[in-house]
């Protein structure tokens, strides 16, 4: 080995006991006041960036809490992960996504152009059931102001992620948080209302969870993303209330109207499941009139 070459090598390790040997990066390092240089990260130091343009002879040292944005060279194709999104290959872009960003995890606390992949990520793990990776993920996006939309969805999927793993005083007392407790009329955001419409479901408050979801379904027609679930969640009120017919009519539109998507496949497992209610209320009805 070049001796030089090892020399620098070990003084690079041995700068600190706390220094992350990082994969060379390509990025543009922007700084307050919108300048910026273009160049290469080659070590994370602890609270210091260690970060080299072409024309630097050596690494310079910046405070990671004084850089306003990394915007990385991330080789991602955009067009095919919505296309495999679409086509609901979820572990495949999880993947795809996880092995991507493994290099820049040791600058997760730096506001970067990673963000939208993170988003995607976030929603992808809510959908496979990985609820504490989601979450994890949210609470990161949620603290970054730089993309209102972007944050906002954060906050959304938070308090999904928590419903669906059935935490509801933890969703009721995010809800507060975000002031997602008050307003819930005809005016109020579709998600809103369709949040707060699963929360009540999830604590059997179903008159009131139907009350918010025939909202979404009156006053957001239009709004697909939400509809969608509105009318599956309303299904699953029917079901639970016991009003299996109604429960089978929108069941059925949700087939007719939404053939490949997730909503249609818990639909059909609906389906499934209130045909076994059927089935065993008919057995205890029978049972009951051989005993009379």
Known sequence: MNRKFFHLLYAITCLSG????????????IMPGEKSWKGTIVNRDGDWIEFMTGASPKPIRIGASTIKE???EVELDAEKL???????????????????LVPYAPFNDIPSNLTKFKVLLMELYYKTGAYDKSLALAAEISKDARDPAL???SKVFQALTMIDAGRADDAAALLVQYGWDKDLSENAAPEKLYITAKL????KQYNVAMELVAKVVAFH??????????????AQVYAELGFYESADEVIREIAMLYKDTVENDQAQQLKLKIEKLRAEKQLAENVESEEA
Do not use: D, G, H
Request: glycine share 0%.
């Open 200 to 203: 009540m479901f999830l604590k």
């Open 82 to 100: 919505n296309e495999m999104n679409r086509n609901r290959e979820y572990e495949r872009i999880i993947a795809a996504l996880e092995r991507t």
């Open 70 to 72: 990394l915007v990385f």
């Open 18 to 29: 706390s220094a992350v040997l990082a994969e060379q990066l390509e990025v543009e390092l």
């Open 221 to 234: 027609s239009q709004n697909a993303e939400w509809l969608q679930p509105a009318e599956l969640l309303c």
């Open 151 to 153: 944050q906002e969805k």
